[in-house]
């Protein structure tokens, strides 16, 4: 199996069973978005040591900065371009697990769309996951 094919086997047993999510309040949304934008701002960088240093202990455990690395340039290309990015509505469970949508939006107006998973691990937000929602089209439709 592949580094990718690993990760997104992690991020599917990681949130397997999905908490009751609730529109968050806003002290938790700005927090969730400032990490995510972070990492985000991280990654178009190419700076993965400190995109590595928001990953939840999960995904460190499974995953060294080596090939933490690989698996973001192999497995999740749209988050390194410098194309737009929106986020969406920030959901919690208020337990400490929190999601939000990232949609990138390519030159030619294609949208990939991310759906990241957060967790509080001593008081501060760590990214536990990114899946893979939904991906452009490919050809002419």
């Not at 690989?70 to 390194?80: E, F, S, V």
């Amino acid at each position: 199996m592949t580094v990718v094919g690993l990760g997104l086997l992690a991020g599917l047993f990681v949130h397997a069973a999905e908490p009751e999510m609730r529109l968050s309040p806003k002290k938790v949304r700005d927090e969730v978005r400032a990490v995510v934008e972070a990492q985000l701002a991280a990654l178009r960088a190419g700076d993965f040591a400190t995109a590595y240093d928001f990953a939840a202990r999960g995904i460190k455990r499974q995953f060294d900065a080596r090939l933490f690395a690989a698996m973001i340039r192999r497995g999740y290309p749209a988050l390194l371009k410098p194309d737009p990015t929106d986020l969406g509505v920030v959901r919690d469970d208020g337990a400490g697990t929190a999601q939000v949508s990232v949609i990138t939006t390519d030159h030619q107006k294609r949208s990939t769309i991310y759906r990241y998973w957060l967790v509080k691990e001593d008081d501060v937000w760590r990214i536990s996951g990114v899946m893979l929602e939904q991906r452009p089209p490919r050809g002419d439709i």
